[in-house]
Structures are given as C-alpha cells and as structure tokens.
T-cell receptor, first 113, second 115 residues
C-alpha cells in the first residue's frame, strides 16, 4: 500500500525566511510524485510533477526535488501570498490503467509579513 | 481554457437521503477522478473514469458510485447518506489516460454537509 508522510504539519515563517517542506513516500514503483497548493475553500492547484530521483523543477520562489525515498519543496524568500497548504501525492505503477493519487496530509504554511 | 467546474458548490442533506454531484472536465480531458477530502483523513481517492468506463476504485463502500458520459462529464452518487459522508468532494481531470503519469487538475469542489 502506497504511503505519503509530510512534515512538518504546520510551519510559520517570517517573510523572506527560506525553508523546506518534506514529503516521504513508500510506493511499489513510482510513476510520478506531485506537489499541489491548496488555499482555504478551494481545490488543489497543480505545481509540479517529478518522475525520477535527481529531478528538480522550479517555479518562481518554489523548487521541488526528488530522491528515491523523499521529495522536498524548497521555498526561497517567501511572501505572505505563499501562505497555503502544500500537498504531496504519489502515483504508483499499477497493473495498467490509471491509478488514483495517494496524498499526504499536507503542510500548512503561514508567512507572516 | 476553462477549468474544471463542479456543481453544486454547497449542499446540505439529511441522513438516509441520496445525492448526485456533477463535474465538467477541462475541454479535451478524457480522464476524470473523484476524491473525498476531510480534516481527519485528508484527500482520498474514490474512483477514476475514462471513456465512460470506471478504471480504478478506491477503498470506499458501494454506496459511492459514479458514471461518465460521452462528453466526458461525470457524476458521482452517494446513496443512504451518513453523517461521516460530510466532506469536500473534489473532481479532477487529466489530459492523458493510457498509462504513464499524468497531472490532475482539480475543480473547486462540492461541500456536502449531512445532518
């Protein structure tokens, strides 16, 4: 059974204070690892897909990295508008067809001005 | 391009009733997945449809069902509602459907409250 654990559960930073969010996973063959951002009352917003260990992707102040056991979402010089819940999800190499995503519980990030 | 739309956005039902939720995917997307989100369990996969066929199902009771139409629009139905079914129900669509990984784009969700 696929499992995803995110840490910390909550993180409060000052504006400009860089940090990293962790996503540890166990999966029977990784097909893809996904990062989403979710604002209160809204659906998750897609950020990144990572496919293999060593891969990195960047978008504005965010950078996602992947190893064989975990992924990190690095946030550089964050701004208050980066405040949200960040969700990590994995998709495993099932027996053909599309498998649903297995999500972690998320990290609730607050950036204080 | 318009995003995933879901209707209704909010719904209040009584225990024992049934409910139908609707989802319109992004134009051109043929795969539609449904998820339940609660504070305790987080986001959990319900099922996925592609070309009007259910291809995969999560670990939910048979009271939860769905279908997909020829235009890729999808509905999910929950019968004999229980208090524990109160949740945010999210629909996600994807442009790919044949193997490989794919990104899923989520709608705003339907907030269901069971009293």
């Amino acid at each position: 059974e696929d499992q995803v654990t995110q840490s910390p559960e909550a993180l409060r930073l000052q504006e400009g204070e860089s940090s990293s969010l962790n996503c540890s996973y166990t999966v029977s063959g990784l097909r893809g690892l996904f990062w989403y951002r979710q604002d209160p009352g809204k659906g998750p917003e897609f950020l990144f897909t990572l496919y293999s260990a060593g891969e990195e992707k960047e978008k504005e102040r965010l950078k996602a990295t992947l190893t064989k056991k975990e992924s990190f979402l690095h946030i550089t010089a964050p701004k208050p508008e980066d405040s949200a819940t960040y969700l990590c999800a994995v998709q495993s190499r099932g027996g053909g067809g599309a498998d649903g995503l297995t999500f972690g519980k998320g990290t609730h990030l607050i950036i204080q001005p | 391009k318009a995003g995933v739309t879901q209707t209704p956005r909010y719904l209040i039902k009584t225990r024992g009733q049934q409910v139908t939720l609707s989802c319109s995917p992004i134009s051109g997307h043929r795969s539609v997945s449904w998820y339940q989100q609660t504070p305790g369990q987080g986001l959990q996969f319900l099922f996925e449809y592609f070309s009007e066929t259910q291809r995969n199902k999560g670990n939910f009771p048979g009271r939860f069902s769905g279908r997909q139409f020829s235009n890729s629009r999808s509905e999910m139905n929950v019968s004999t509602l229980e208090l524990g079914d109160s949740a945010l129900y999210l629909c996600a669509s994807s442009p790919l459907g044949q193997g490989g990984s794919y990104e899923q784009y989520f709608g705003p969700g339907t907030r269901l409250t069971v009293t």
